[in-house]
């Protein structure tokens, strides 16, 4: 177990994919070693797959393990593995994998139309509307048609799985990268973002670090989960260590505002090299309902603070926080496919041209973007 381990670690430190298929059964050591360390885990329908092998447990305690508990379907459930995928369908997931974890030399893109784009004159509250629109393209839609090649990852592989946050692998043109993001919420559930999305997240900036992806961040909330679970959890200390490792994370980094950007939630995954934003996108320290909450008390002077407060992108654009914003035809849920395909092409141009700036020269350059901000070098 050890000495497979190591030859593990050292592929890895080299930069190399380690893709893992699970078959029926795997338990014991090799599941305990090589069988948990690959960078995409997939496994066999209904196979058993855990640590302890249940006749031992049988053995040593006299009553069967519980059923269902070391099944592929199980511990996808738990965000333990990416996918359950029948042998007869691992040759094609292989090749996506590949395809967008091995990519040769290729032409610049053409600089996209949206670089002339200018921000929107809506007020701030209009654009807050706007974005909170249900039928507004979000992620899903972002990667359905903005993206070639999507590869859907699950959980953190430690057995938590929140849908506050969606993890991929994707390919926007001919570019590369690891992708983590909102998922907006859905009638059938509530899908606000608490800290096992955030330790998925992070489970994503080592993906990028480790394969050499640039990383693609993609914000759209309404705000982190506020509940007893979410405080128990540590989300604040999650909050943190995100904006930490963002900050300093050796990857390249594009950052999108698609749509809403409330608090702690939201600027979790906002520190990028290149940050583009929808016209009606907006960002704050918190929802301007919370803002006048605690200026006025109630939440009736909400209007006013979100236009006090600056936080659309016509205010960001103006304090050098976005660089890139992508026109909305006068509103993005009116025409999300045409939409979500200029965005995929402002990405696909932001990736190129960080993957040409290197490393060395985008990590200063990043901390001075965010020491900067607000203050007298802000434009």
């Known amino acids: 177990m050890v ?9 890895r430190k080299a930069g190399l994919p380690y893709l893992v298929y699970l078959r029926h059964p795997t ?3 090799v599941m305990a070693s090589w069988g948990s360390l690959g960078h ?20 040593l305690f006299a009553t069967p393990f519980p059923e269902n508990v070391q099944v592929a379907e199980n511990l996808f459930d738990r965000g333990l593995i990416d996918a359950v995928v029948p042998p007869w369908q ?3 997931v292989v090749d996506r994998t590949l395809s967008i974890l091995v990519t040769g030399p290729h032409p610049r893109p053409a600089p996209p139309r949206t670089l002339s784009v200018k921000p929107s004159d809506a007020g701030a509250w209009e654009s807050i509307g706007i974005s909170r629109n249900p039928r ?7 990667l359905a048609y903005g993206a070639r090649d999507v590869l859907p990852l699950n959980g953190t592989g430690q057995g938590e799985k929140d849908p506050g946050l969606q993890l991929a692998l994707a390919r926007f043109g001919q570019e590369s990268c690891v992708v983590i993001g909102h998922t907006r919420p859905r009638p059938s559930h509530q899908t606000a973002m608490g800290p096992a999305s955030l330790r998925e997240a992070r489970r994503g900036m080592r993906l990028a670090e480790e394969l050499g992806l640039p990383l693609l961040t993609v914000i759209d909330t309404g705000g982190a989960a506020l509940s007893k679970e979410a405080e128990e959890g540590g989300l604040a200390g999650e909050i943190a260590r995100s904006l930490h490792d963002l900050i300093g994370l050796n990857s390249p980094t594009v ?24 016209q009606h996108a907006w960002l704050s320290p918190l929802p301007p309902e919370g803002a006048s909450a605690i200026v006025h008390r109630n939440t009736d002077f909400a209007p006013a603070m979100s236009e006090t407060q600056g936080v659309n992108v016509a205010s960001l654009h103006a304090n ?3 660089e890139h914003i992508v026109d909305e035809r006068p509103d993005a849920s009116l025409e999300a496919k045409a939409f979500c395909q200029r965005m995929g092409q402002a990405i696909e141009y932001e990736l190129a041209t960080l993957s040409n700036a290197g ?12 020491r900067n901000l607000g203050g007298l070098n802000a434009r």
């Open 359 to 370: 490393i060395a020269a985008l990590l200063p350059a990043r901390l001075v973007k965010y």
């Open 90 to 92: 691992l040759s094609d």
């Open 320 to 322: 050098g926080l976005v």
């Open 136 to 142: 507004r393209p979000d992620l899903r839609q972002l």
């Open 27 to 29: 338990t014991g050591g």
């Open 255 to 278: 950052s999108v505002l698609l749509g809403q950007g409330a608090g702690g939630g939201a600027l979790a995954l906002l520190p990028a090299d290149r940050t583009i934003a929808a």
């Open 3 to 11: 000495k497979i381990s190591g030859a593990v670690r050292t592929h």
């Open 40 to 59: 995409i885990t997939v496994a066999e329908p209904g196979a058993l797959l855990g640590f302890l092998g249940p006749r031992v447990y049988e053995a």
